[in-house]
């Protein structure tokens, strides 16, 4: 039997606090987040949901879904790592 170690790799990880919203869903409202950080953001690694809620309108009728979520993303050390 032949076993191969391999090293493990240090990585560091920045974390972002984010608020999606959407007027249909809860899994819309992250979504929504996600993708938009994605655009501008490289190396996302994790969405993790902290908080749910819903905006109401003057009616009392449910106006958005919103999700806040911490994303977490790859630490670049002057953009070169």
């Keep these: 039997m032949h076993i191969t170690w391999k090293r493990r790799q240090k990585s560091i990880y920045t974390v972002i606090e984010l608020v999606g919203s959407s007027p249909t869903?809860?899994?819309d409202a992250v979504r929504n987040a996600?993708?938009?950080a994605s655009e501008s953001v490289r190396?996302?690694?994790?969405?993790?949901?902290?908080?749910?809620?819903?905006?109401?309108?003057?009616?009392?009728?449910?106006a958005?879904?919103?999700a806040k979520i911490n994303l977490s993303f790859k630490y670049e050390k002057d953009g070169l790592d």
């Design 43 to 62: 190396d996302l690694r994790i969405a993790e949901v902290k908080e749910l809620d819903v905006r109401l309108d003057d009616k009392g009728k449910i």
């Design 34 to 36: 996600v993708d938009t």
């Design 64 to 66: 958005a879904y919103r």
């Design 25 to 27: 869903s809860w899994e």
